[in-house]
């Protein structure tokens, strides 16, 4: 019997009714109008029934339908977070968690100090907190402290669909831990209805789940396929694709998936090159209503003459200071080329109707939305556009499922997306741009059927579509879990392999794991005759303290072993800024003219001044990229971390607001680490003495030991290829010093990286030099000392999970050939 069908209203209403709680909420009127017509609301009282008859109940609604906003509320009518138990729901995404509680707080007519969030490193919590939107990692540190999560009545679980790894382990403890705290209620709500993965996996659940489904999409999306192969320039035919669409097609609001922050950017720029966007007031940006931006665009489009031309007409287009070459012009006039693509849907002659419908001179509001942007921007897409002007979202696939923008009519789909893989053995990273599935490809046309029928461009054709993946991998199948395996150790699972994940991480990426920990120091050193590492090394002291650090655990061992001369502070810093992703600005991307080029060329030059400038001299130089972060959040915390100082230093503001909350988090869990350590933070911090730099040297040596790498001398110079390269103990081939590192010239001979990312070439990122006669006193699991061996030394080998590998090009080789010449 399918468990959906249990629940049937007539079984609900069978049932003995449960003395009902109802907790009212003072909503605005049109807020409750609004709600009424969310399909969540039609199916309230089954869900309602079936979170009180289950401890677990899984909801599948399509995206738009109100789950992340309207359960919450629910279950707070309901009296689940009267008393002491609140309710907690997770996002992987940090923007859905903020946006949604303060939707959330909004709808409720509530404060945020109710309604709240907490990311990773800000929040709003509070003492009164009812609802508390969180990140899902975020909760699994709460675990680790409290493994029985006392504080919450209900656990809500969001876009489970997502298969995030820490949604995945999350739903692995919860089916533990809910049964032990009774009465307690997990709800998983997913976008789509592929769900088995929790509903009928045994190891977790006993019985199947019971599954309640809304039925949604308010209104039909129209799916438009292109009819050519498609070509590698979707960028270029998403453009060509939203001018059509917004010359001929009848208002309402444009979502354009890309893949990445650099693409939106460009897209933006183009878009707005090509549809000014004009005030409806007085035209001149004089007006006291015209917003802060909408004055700075009137001064710019001054400067560029734009404002001279009389109205903004598209036929005149061409004659637009464009510059950026001809694409643009190709696009946006008159393009009648192969009436194929004109399948906009507009009855048999596609051009008259949709020219009659709309104003041609609709001015285009657009857009950016990506996860790393600013909350305040992000913020924009949820209100409405200026008045008498057509919205148009360029983003990523952030809006695929979590956030629902109001007003999308017609979604443009470039059908790809950017993954980060993972080599599992080595651990290089690499960003590609794939086909994304078909599962993600429906939820991006879903998008467009909110208010009212809708449309869906998809840049390809139907043939290339039927061959897309169906879902989209869980990530815990793609990446390491080291992280992981050392959270679930501290929390006292050992035998890792049988944790009862919806889907397991490969055995490959479990061992990897447990070898980076064992010799990391985390874990404790298997018998040496083990045949085959059993996954089952209980962890140590230094382990539990490296798991109570909010980071990877190479950066932890940093923190755990930070305590030397004074080191604390920088270490902290350096973790910090290690951990943030991109700290400074992209100064590599392809600019869009010749005099956009020749300003982008000057300003790197700078920026490389400035960073060899923070590097500073002698031994300093040599801590390398690593020196440079450190001076760069020094400089920046001097000058007080203004928005100005990081744009005229090529400092990401965000990021470095982020590395400032970061140290303060990272300062607290040292000191409860080590309550000795007696650490304040000091935000401006003078830069370290000689004695120090070394010492951070040898700590990021301790922490990225695995990440060793060897310059390759002349006479080993077999390949012209190895030119300048660097031997790893895991890659058969060389990796490089990024020209933008401090490092680039000096090339020292032994070097630790943070990670190796392959783009044009294998290229370290944050490099730091080290001593060669470190290596063996900090890493002695890595050395043999003593004449070079016949046969292998006893190491586990990480292809193979054996003690004793005979392997050639890996860890073995290396430390049997390389390395034990001299010791
Ligand atoms: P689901 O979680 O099922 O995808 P949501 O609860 O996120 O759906 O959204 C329900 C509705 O609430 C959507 O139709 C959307 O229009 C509206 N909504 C959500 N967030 C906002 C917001 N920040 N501003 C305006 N409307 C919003
Ligand atoms: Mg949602």
């Known amino acids: 019997k399918a468990p959906e069908k249990m629940l049937t209203k007539e079984l609900c209403n069978k049932r003995k009714p449960q003395p009902a709680v109802f907790i009212p909420v003072d909503r605005l009127p049109e807020i409750q109008a609004a709600r009424l017509k969310l399909p969540v609301l039609g199916e309230e009282q089954v869900i309602m029934e079936a979170v009180r008859e289950n401890m677990c109940v899984v909801l599948c609604g399509e995206t738009g339908s109100g789950k992340t ?45 109710v309604v709240s969030y907490q990311i990773r490193y800000e929040g709003n919590v509070t003492s009164d907190t009812k609802i508390k ?40 403890l919860l089916s533990r831990i809910v049964p032990l705290r009774r009465p307690m209620k997990l709800l998983i709500m997913s976008a789509t209805l592929r769900v088995e993965d929790f509903t009928e996996n045994k190891k977790l659940f006993p019985r199947p789940l019971p599954v309640i489904k809304v039925d949604a999409r308010q209104f039909p999306v129209t799916v438009h396929f292109n009819r050519r192969t498609p070509t590698d320039d979707y960028v270029g035919e998403a453009f060509r694709k939203i001018c059509k669409i917004h010359r001929m097609l009848p208002p309402g609001g444009i979502l354009v998936f890309l893949t990445g922050q650099a693409e939106v950017h460009s897209m933006c720029r183009r878009l707005r090159r090509a549809f000014p ?55 946006g006039i008159g393009d009648e080329e192969d009436g194929s693509d004109l399948d906009l849907e507009l009855g048999d002659d596609p051009g008259d109707e949709g020219l009659e419908k709309c104003d041609p001179m609709l001015p285009l509001y657009v857009l950016p939305l990506y996860s790393l942007l600013a909350p305040e921007q992000q913020g924009k897409v949820f209100r409405p556009p200026p008045a008498g002007t057509r919205l148009c ?37 690499s960003f590609r741009v794939t086909w994304t599935s078909q599962a993600s490809a429906n939820q991006r046309a879903g998008r467009a059927g909110r208010t009212e029928p809708g449309h869906c461009y998809r840049l390809y054709s139907s043939a290339v579509f039927s061959d897309f993946q169906e879902f989209s991998e869980a990530e815990i199948t793609r990446r390491p879990v080291d992280d992981l395996v050392l959270q679930m150790k501290d929390l006292n699972i050992e035998k890792v392999v049988n944790f009862p994940f919806p889907t397991p991480p490969s055995m490959e990426a479990l061992v990897a794991a447990e070898h980076l920990l064992v010799s990391l120091g985390a874990l404790e050193e298997p018998p040496r005759d083990m045949e085959r590492v059993r ?71 700078r920026l490389g001044q400035m960073r060899r ?75 370290p003495t ?66 190796v990312l392959e783009t044009s070439k294998m290229y370290m990122r944050g490099v730091s030099a080290v001593q060669e006669e470190w290596i063996p006193q900090i890493l002695p699991r890595y050395c043999h000392f003593g004449p070079p061996l016949e046969d292998p030394p006893p190491r586990f080998c990480p292809d193979s999970g054996r003690v004793k590998c005979h392997c050639k090009s890996t860890f073995c080789t290396w430390i049997r050939q390389e390395l034990p010449i001299f010791w």
Not at 403 to 427: A, E, H, Q, S
Request: charged share 25%; net charge neutral; glycine share 6%.
């Open 133 to 172: 939107f969180m990140t899902d990692g975020v909760l699994l540190k709460e675990i680790q402290k409290d493994f029985l999560l006392q504080k919450y009545r209900v656990i809500i679980i969001d876009e489970a669909h997502e298969r995030s790894v820490y949604t995945d382990i999350l739903i692995g």
């Open 613 to 687: 400038l923070w590097a500073g001299q002698g031994a300093s130089l040599l801590l390398g990229d690593l020196m440079v972060m450190l001076g760069a959040v020094g400089a920046c915390e001097y000058a007080g971390c203004t928005p100005k100082f990081c744009q005229e230093n090529g400092l990401r503001y965000k990021a470095m607001l982020e590395i400032r909350q970061l140290r303060g988090q990272l300062t607290t869990a040292v000191n409860a680490v080590d309550p000795e350590a007696r650490l304040y933070l000091d935000a401006k911090m003078a830069p």
């Open 277 to 331: 966007f004009r005030s409806n007031r007085t035209g001149l940006g004089d007006d006291p209503k015209d917003t802060e931006e909408e004055r700075k665009w009137f001064k710019k489009a001054k400067q560029k003459k734009m404002l001279s031309l009389p109205r903004i007409n598209l036929d005149n287009y061409s004659t637009l200071p464009v510059d950026e070459g001809d694409e643009d012009r190709q696009a």
């Open 535 to 605: 996954l089952s090394c209980p962890i140590t002291p230094l382990g539990r303290a490296m798991a109570a650090f909010p980071v990877a655990p190479r950066y932890a061992k940093m923190l755990a072993m930070g305590k030397q001369q004074g080191c604390l502070p920088y270490v902290i810093t350096l973790v910090a800024a290690m951990t943030v992703r991109e700290i400074f600005e992209e100064t590599d991307r392809p600019a869009a003219s010749e005099e956009e080029n020749a300003k982008m060329a000057q300003r790197r030059a």
């Open 690 to 755: 000689e004695s120090q730099v070394l010492c951070l040297q040898q700590i990021v040596l301790a922490g990225l030991g695995d990440h060793l790498a060897r310059r390759v001398q002349v006479e080993e110079l077999l390949d012209p290829k190895w030119h300048n390269g660097y031997k790893t103990p895991l890659l058969d081939s060389p990796v490089f010093i990024h020209p933008n590192s401090v490092l680039f010239k000096t090339l020292p001979d032994y070097v630790v990286y943070q990670e």
């Open 393 to 429: 979202v360029v983003a990523t696939n952030v809006a695929e499922t979590s956030l629902t923008i109001p007003g999308i009519k017609y979604v443009v789909d470039c059908g790809r997306v950017k993954k980060r893989f993972y080599d599992r053995v080595t651990g290089v990273s």
């Open 69 to 113: 906003t309207q359960i919450p509320q629910f279950l707070y009518e309901a009296g689940y977070a009267s008393g002491d138990g609140i309710i907690g729901i997770t996002e992987p995404r940090r923007v859905a968690a903020v946006s949604m509680s303060q939707r959330v707080a909004m709808e409720m007519n509530m404060s945020t100090r």
